[in-house]
């Protein structure tokens, strides 16, 4: 996600994305050769240090529920940390996990969405639903592991949703392709975060988990 870390004064940061750009101005009507940066931008800002552990940044991550993380070197930034780089990072599972999406906050409220999940992780999920979902809707994220274990509500922000074209049905009609979405968890209790990455690692191919 591009952002850019506005200074504000010595002690007053704040971020600003293409997000902010899109809710806080264009579809405000508002002209941005009038807009300040520092009207916009999106504070607090969270930092972290470029030799914390990733479980310290995903905690944070999830404590405050910011997707972007800047990272300090010696109290000096040095790069971005985002959500989608920590749902990369840890082991995957691909699978093919039916489940629902509540829309919480922001476009759709109210509205329930079925999905399937096609890879999970204790920091988040990829899934494919073929509702639009608009990155920095908050949703609820319901599955099941196992017929075994009771079910998992999650609270989310989406990141992104991928763009797909439209595919040519059998009888030449046009078809809308799932769309790919990615999740970043948020509020994760560690009993949940414990029972994700368990199943992740007893259900990761053996060459995976190997490696």
């Known amino acids: 996600m591009p952002c850019l870390l506005v200074k504000d004064t010595e002690s007053r940061f704040g971020l600003m994305t293409p ?123 319901s599955f099941c592991l196992s017929e075994m274990m009771s079910p998992l509500t999650i609270r989310g922000n989406i990141l992104n949703t991928t763009q797909v074209e439209p595919v040519s049905g059998t009888s030449g009609s046009l078809i809308a392709a799932p769309r790919g979405i990615e999740i970043q968890f948020v509020d994760l209790s560690p009993a949940d975060q414990s029972r994700i990455k368990s199943w992740v690692l007893a259900n990761l191919p053996k060459t995976f988990e190997s490696s």
């Open 19 to 141: 997000t902010d750009i899109v809710k806080k101005v264009v579809a405000q009507g508002l002209e941005p050769d009038d807009i300040e940066v520092r009207a916009i931008m999106t504070r607090p800002v969270q930092f972290i240090e470029y030799d914390r552990a990733m479980d310290e940044a995903s905690a944070l991550m999830m404590s405050t529920g910011t997707p972007i993380l800047i990272v300090t070197k010696q109290n000096q930034p040095v790069g971005v940390l985002t959500a989608r780089d920590l749902i990369l990072s840890p082991k995957r599972c691909s699978t093919k996990i039916s489940a629902t999406i509540s829309v919480l906050e922001g476009e759709g409220v109210g509205e329930e969405h079925q999905v399937a999940i096609s890879q999970l992780s204790h920091a988040g999920a990829s899934v494919e639903s073929p509702s639009l979902l608009l990155p920095g809707t908050r949703v609820l994220l």
